[in-house]
């Protein structure tokens, strides 16, 4: 079956640009790669999606390398307001199912 | 922007109670999901539907059943609530032309 594995937890301070790196095993071929951001108390909301190489919206970039294994969401000049947990979703994982993985909790301090 | 509406955002319950949670969204979307979402553990898919009157398990359905008679709504239904289901619970929507999923606001369900 389909994993993502993303760090738990990350720390960093207002101004850094942040990277966070996902991994996909099993990702198939047509599945594209979404990025979801979640504040406490809210569900989460759509961030970025892409299938390969680099896309870049007004909130982030994402980066796809060419055997799609894995995919990283870069965040750059970080603010307070950019404390959120960051779920990475290959479409299709599970066939039907949508199955997230745990997160990655980023905490931004002043 | 896509609407998808839970009927309540707190609610508290009684062990053993019947507990209905309502989401309702507004674009006609076919697949509609439910997780809930605890401390730690990220969030799990209880039940998701791909239409009318079809539904499928996810990784967690035991002790709950779900309902889905209209297309723009899909209910979660706790036939007998106990403490352990005590949880932020998320219904969502998925939009078939981009793939992305669209969240209510959750529903806060204790019970006590």
């Known amino acids: 079956l389909a994993k993502t594995t993303q760090p738990i937890s990350m720390d960093s301070y207002e101004g850094q640009e942040v990277n966070i790196t996902c991994s996909h095993n099993?990702?198939?071929?047509?599945?594209?790669i979404t990025w979801y951001q979640q504040f406490p108390s809210q569900g989460p909301r759509f961030i970025i999606q892409?299938?390969?190489t680099k896309v870049t919206n007004e909130v982030a970039s994402l980066f796809i390398p060419a055997d799609r294994k894995s995919s990283t969401l870069s965040l750059p000049r970080v603010s307070l307001s950019d404390t959120a947990v960051y779920y990475c979703?290959?479409?299709?994982?599970?066939?039907?199912?949508?199955?997230f993985g745990q997160g990655t909790e980023l905490s931004v301090k002043p | 922007d896509v609407k998808v509406t839970q009927s309540s955002r707190y609610l508290v319950k009684r062990t053993g109670e019947k507990v209905f949670l309502e989401c309702v969204q507004d674009?006609?979307?076919?697949?509609m999901f439910w997780y809930r979402q605890d401390p730690g553990l990220g969030l799990r898919l209880i039940y998701f539907?791909?239409?009318?009157?079809?539904?499928e398990k996810g990784d967690i359905p035991e002790g709950y059943s779900v309902s889905r008679e209209k297309k723009e709504r899909f209910s979660l239904i706790l036939e007998s609530a106990s403490t352990n289901q005590t949880s932020m619970y998320l219904c969502?929507?998925?939009?078939?032309?981009?793939?992305?999923?669209?969240f209510g606001s959750g529903t806060q369900l204790s019970v006590l």
């Open positions: 099993n990702i198939a071929t047509n599945d594209y």
């Open positions: 539907s791909y239409d009318v009157k079809m539904k």
């Open positions: 969502a929507s998925r939009d078939p032309t981009n793939e992305k999923l669209f």
């Open positions: 674009m006609d979307h076919e697949n």
């Open positions: 979703l290959p479409r299709g994982n599970q066939g039907g199912k949508l199955i």
């Open positions: 892409g299938y390969k």
